[in-house]
Each structure stands twice: as structure tokens, then as C-alpha cells.
């Protein structure tokens, strides 16, 4: 007797679940339905721009190379379409990438003023990499080393000469040149005793400064020594 009854709760509690279910599917069937479509269709869109993102990528590499094969093959002005192209359609790193690749094409033509405005181009771009828009910033400061006077060396590269910056050693190495260009050796000799004093520089950046250092001492030992009234002299 004890099982019978047992056995008929169970079917009982079996009915009043599907009961209860039978409800809820009713009053929330239709929103559990879209529930799973929005699911559904969320994980495709996610797959979909995961992989339109890498088609865009490759084919972007691919380009990169195309454009910078012609380039290294002395087609500049075909080079020059290709890389400009690529910043109108390429994701905006390689876009970025393609800017910089252009800018050098027109250093190594001897296009300076093309090469200069490419990497300012760069540089002011806030929706680049910080990391390649101070790179940007170096190269321009690079190609206008000799003719730019003190004051703009000193805005294009103050920033990137700062402690803890990627590019200090190579901006702070320029700012020396820069110094000494203009005839200031106290202001060279500072900033060049700046990038001894850090322990992280390249040992070429190193080897080049002290020798820069080693010419500023010569030149202020001769200048010690010359006689008075010498310097007037024709």
C-alpha cells in the first residue's frame, strides 16, 4: 500500500511540474525563443568580425609587402599609390605602417620636405600607436637635424628626450647634435652627460656620445688655448 501511494504522489508531482512548465513556456516561451536567437546570432557576428578581421589583416600584409617590393625595386611613384592606398583601406595599424613605409621612400628619394610631412602626419595622428607616433616624431626631427634651428629641435623632441620614454636615448643623442649645431656646448654637454648617465642605452648610442663628448672637450681645451684677440684675426 505504502508503494502504491508513493508511486502515485511521484505521478502527482510528475504532473504538477509539467504543469508548471507547460505555464511558464507559456507566458515566457516566446521570450526564452529570442533569447536564444539574439545568443545564436551574437556568437555568429562575434566569428564573422573575428574572421573578416583577419582576412582584412593578411590581405593587408600582403599589400605591405607588394607596395614595399616596389619600393625596394626604385618604382617609387608606383610605390607611393600603393602605400597611399593602403592607408585609405587598410586596418588602421597597417594604415599607420603604410604612412611610416612612405615616408622613408621619399627620405631615401631625397624628397625630405614629402618625408617630413608623411612622419608629422604620423605624429599627429592621436588614433595611432603612441609607441610608432613618437617614432614618427624622431624620424622627422632626424631629417631636419641640419636645417631646423635650436628652438624647433627643442619642440619636436622635448617629449620624447624625457625619462621614461622608448626613444629617449636616440631624441636625446639628436637634441646634443642640435645643441652643438646652434653653438650651444654647455646645453650639448648636458644633455649628452644625460644619455652616459642611463644605463639602458644602446652601446652604439653610447660609443657615438662619448665621442661627441670627447669633441666638445678638444673644442673647449682650443678655445682655452687660443691666444687673445686671435679669433679676430682674418
Partial sequence: MADQTDHFMREVQDEMRKERLARTWDRYGVFIIAAAVLLILGVASYQYAQHSSRVARETAGLEFESAARLAAQGKAQEAHQAFETMVKSAPPGYGTLARLRNAASYAAEGKRDEAVASYDSVSKDTGSDPLLRDFATLQAALLRVDSAD?????????????????????????????????????????????????????????????????????????????????????
Avoid: C, H, Y
Avoid at 622635448?158 to 636625446?172: E, F, I, Q, V, Y
Avoid at 663628448?213 to 687673445?228: G, H, N, R, V, Y
Fill in 150 to 234: 635650436w628652438t624647433e629641435m627643442q619642440n619636436r623632441l622635448k617629449d620624447l628626450a624625457s625619462d621614461g620614454n622608448a626613444w629617449r636615448a636616440p631624441a636625446r643623442e639628436l637634441l646634443g647634435l642640435a645643441a652643438m649645431k646652434a653653438g650651444n656646448q654647455d646645453e650639448a654637454r648636458k644633455t649628452f652627460e644625460q644619455i652616459l648617465a642611463d644605463t639602458t642605452v644602446p652601446p652604439a648610442v653610447a660609443e657615438r656620445t662619448r665621442i661627441l663628448m670627447t669633441i666638445l672637450t678638444e673644442a673647449a681645451l682650443s678655445k682655452d688655448a687660443q691666444p687673445a684677440g686671435a679669433e679676430t684675426k682674418k
